[in-house]
T-cell receptor
Framework: NAGVTQTPKFRILKIGQSMTLQCAQD?????MYWYRQDPGMGLKLIYY???????DKGEVPNGYNVSRSTTEDFPLRLELAAPSQTSVYFC?????????????FGEGSRLTVL | EDKVVQSPLSLVVHEGDTVTLNCSYE??????LLWYKQEKKAPTFLFML????IEKKSGRLSSILDKKELFSILNITATQTGDSAVYLC?????????FGKGTRLHILP
């Protein structure tokens, strides 16, 4: 079982460049999330999706975009990268019914913007 | 505004000590509270709590939720150096899961 797969694991960007972080899950989870984690801090929610075709903003959405065309994939797009976006990014998924299910995390993507 | 507040933010104890980590929250439409352990990489799941007063246990770790007072505690007994990590509390509300800043626990041998 692959679980949640994120790529790339590491990336260095120059200011103003764009890139997409890929996230795929094979557990048929309906909910998917993108978090960022700055050094010494907890996880902040960027965007989330409750199913294919539905996305919504989290706590820190500025500078990012997402799409969810399939249940499996939830890419995160960074437009015009800025040094403030230097962080570790985690994709996660869960299955919801009447309660919030356990989050399954990808291994993380470390992004540096210079 | 939704809040998840963990305390203390940092804790250093000696091996064999017992520690209690705290998590208080203010969220609308609370669904569940989750605890995670994070070492070098992605967080790993410890517990999910949905009902008040029911203790969850796994080895030396245990946790309980108080939905009236809006907090949870995570206890670790007979700590070991391998317990050194950041412990994250998260609260599920509606369709979001929001994290606190974490408690960084360091166990001295």
């Amino acid at each position: 079982n692959a679980g949640v797969t994120q790529t790339p694991k590491f990336r260095i960007l120059k200011i103003g460049q764009s890139m997409t972080l890929q996230c795929a899950q094979d557990m048929n989870h309906n909910y998917m999330y993108w978090y960022r984690q700055d050094p010494g801090m907890g996880l902040k929610l960027i965007y989330y999706s409750v199913g294919a075709g539905i996305t919504d903003k989290g706590e820190v959405p500025n500078g990012y975009n997402v799409s969810r065309s399939t249940t499996e994939d939830f890419p995160l797009r960074l437009e015009l990268a800025a040094p403030s976006q230097t962080s570790v990014y985690f994709c996660a998924s869960s299955y919801w019914e009447s309660y919030v299910g356990e989050l399954f995390f990808g291994e993380g993507s470390r992004l540096t913007v210079l | 505004e939704d809040k998840v507040v963990q305390s203390p933010l940092s804790l250093v104890v000696h091996e064999g000590d017992t520690v209690t980590l705290n998590c208080s929250y203010e969220v609308t439409n609370f669904r569940s509270l989750l605890w995670y352990k994070q070492e070098k990489k992605a967080p790993t799941f410890l517990f999910m709590l949905t009902s008040s007063g029911i203790e969850k246990k796994s080895g030396r770790l245990s946790s309980i939720l108080d939905k009236k007072e809006l907090f949870s505690i995570l206890n670790i007994t007979a700590t070991q150096t391998g317990d050194s990590a950041v412990y994250l509390c998260a609260v599920g509300r509606d369709d979001k899961i929001i994290f606190g800043k974490g408690t960084r626990l360091h166990i001295l041998p």
